[in-house]
């Protein structure tokens, strides 16, 4: 079988050799091969790509100084460009992470050049503003982009989530150093080529693969203006450190355990299809999912029988099946991780009524079965720490007042969702819950509204014009009075 493998790094709107001589092996999900590899950066490579986006920040012909339109010109050759390697982006992260492949047509392939579009057209329709004072004078109110981006993604949605923070940044008129995480660089590579053949500015856009340490290098590095991380609370916490000691303007997107809860007259059957999107998406491996389901006690059994049917009847297989629901964990330490956690939560005594284990017909792969939990009491460790893998925690609860107390029971805020038949019961429930986001009868992040967390689920938000702010300066013009027509 042939290889992915790439032996230069993009930086500078070119590809270059990199500073140091490790790689990094690439694995796929479902048959532990070895797919591809490509340069670890180092330092040196971090230095010569920070180099590469402030000279293009600050340089002649700064990308920031270009009128908007301008900008959305090159952004959407980038969007048609990444548009055309669409059906290769989608089958190397449903390899290299186990992301069924109809889902990573929409989160990888189909997401990130809508949200090129959408942002290069907000920053067009946003302009100036200049406002009547009430001191004789008036103000210029612009926003200038804030400069050079530090970009930190994690694995498991890794497109989707590089365009949560690409496409508002380079709008602005940021420049960006990317850092993917090592297990899924392929499709970073791909998307660098997308960027060279849009014929982005030089410098713009670099890309450096690797690990923490290199992610640590970057965030502190003298010439990054601001840094947008997305991955765990634990590296969150560490970031966010370093950005206080530096001043250093941070936005964190990090873990979740929501509550998916269902109330007394929910139709939990005629919405199963968006219950399962919800809850398992991704096998588990999403930071919004609701893996905290709260069951009414009047219907307890009946929920409990349907969510674990659901999750019994689920197609397992090879992410690059049109019919998988369910793909491999994205490597042998999260399938540890995530078994684990199943062995914990049967010792805390949950009553395991679905899964628990590895599929029996996969002896090749990061495979788990699709898990359910019954009976678990809110402070287990299993309805407390985030798992990210595909393992449920039913927890009953007696009245609303209860299921709100229980729902807003966790360190994390990021998602949510309700499920009834009645729209304003839902909504009214959905307000008293404490997150960033919550769905009714299903949860979807629309590009348009505001994604993110509170409390250990981050700071700060991507996605809606309010996604902008995080790159952008304010800057007010005092203009005297005579000079205010
Ligand atoms: P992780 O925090 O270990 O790694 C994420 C990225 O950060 C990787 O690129 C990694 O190399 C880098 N990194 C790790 N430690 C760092 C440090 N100290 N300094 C700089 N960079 C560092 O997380 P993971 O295991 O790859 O991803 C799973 C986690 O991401 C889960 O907790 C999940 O909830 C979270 N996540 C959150 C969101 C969100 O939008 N809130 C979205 C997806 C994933």
């Not at 949560?164 to 090592?182: E, I, M, R, Y």
């Not at 007394?264 to 893996?291: K, M, R, V």
């Not at 590895?358 to 079965?369: H, I, M, T």
């Not at 909504?427 to 505001?450: C, M, Q, S, W």
Request: aromatic share 6%; glycine share 12%.
């Amino acid at each position: 079988m042939s290889t992915i493998d790439y032996d230069k790094l993009y930086i500078g709107g070119e590809w270059r050799a990199p500073a140091g001589s490790a790689r990094i092996d690439v694995r796929a999900a479902a048959t532990e091969e070895i797919i591809g590899s490509v340069p670890e950066g180092a330092e040196g490579d971090i230095d010569a790509a920070v180099d590469a986006a402030r000279r293009a920040f600050d340089g002649p012909d700064a990308w920031g100084s270009w009128e908007p339109a301008r900008r959305q010109e090159a952004l959407h050759r980038f969007a048609d460009e990444l548009e055309k390697r669409a059906g290769e982006t989608a089958a190397r992260v449903a390899q290299q992470n186990g992301m069924p492949i109809v889902v990573a047509e929409q989160f990888e392939s189909a997401f990130p050049p809508l949200l090129l579009r959408y942002y290069s057209q907000l920053v067009v329709d946003q302009g100036e503003e200049r406002r009547p004072g009430m001191l004789g004078g008036s103000s210029v109110i612009r926003r200038e982009p804030i400069g050079v981006v530090g970009a930190i993604v994690p694995w498991n949605v890794p497109q989707g989530i590089t365009f949560l923070k690409l496409a508002p940044a380079l709008a602005s008129g940021c420049t960006v150093v990317l850092k993917p995480a090592p297990e899924t660089v392929l499709d970073a590579f791909l998307m660098a080529e997308a960027a060279l053949a849009a014929g982005l500015p030089e410098g713009v856009l670099n890309v450096v693969p690797g690990g923490r340490e290199l992610g640590a290098y970057l965030v502190e590095h003298p010439g990054v203006d601001k840094v947008s991380f997305t991955g765990s609370t634990a590296a969150g916490r560490a970031i966010a450190e370093t950005c206080g000691r530096l001043l250093r303007p941070v936005t964190l997107e990090l873990g979740g355990k929501s509550a998916a809860i269902v109330l007394d007259d929910a139709d939990l059957l005629g919405n199963i299809e968006s219950f399962f999107a919800s809850t398992l998406l991704n096998n588990g491996q999403i930071c919004w999912l609701g893996t905290r389901v709260l069951a009414p006690q009047s219907r307890y059994d009946e929920v409990v029988d349907t969510i674990s049917g659901l999750a019994s009847n689920l197609v397992i297989g090879d992410p690059l099946e049109r019919t998988t629901q369910i793909g491999p964990l994205v490597s042998q330490r999260q399938r540890e991780r995530v078994e684990s956690y199943i062995a914990k939560g049967s010792s805390d005594g949950g009553r395991l009524t679905a899964g628990g284990g590895r599929p029996a017909d996969r002896d090749r792969g990061w495979f788990v079965q699709p898990t359910v939990f019954a009976d678990v009491d809110p402070n287990h460790t299993i309805a407390q720490e985030e798992i990210f893998g595909p393992v449920l925690a039913v927890i009953p609860y007696r009245d609303e007042e209860e299921a709100v107390r229980i729902a807003n029971d966790t360190d994390y805020g990021l998602g949510g969702s309700v499920w009834t038949a009645d729209p304003e019961r839902g909504e009214a429930f959905a307000r008293k819950v404490r997150t960033g986001t919550i769905g009714l009868n299903h949860y979807v992040n629309d590009p348009t509204a505001p994604f993110g967390g509170i409390k250990s689920s981050g700071m700060g938000r991507e996605l809606g014009p309010e996604g902008l702010v995080a790159f952008q300066n304010l800057k007010t013009i005092y203009l005297p009075p005579a000079a205010a027509n």
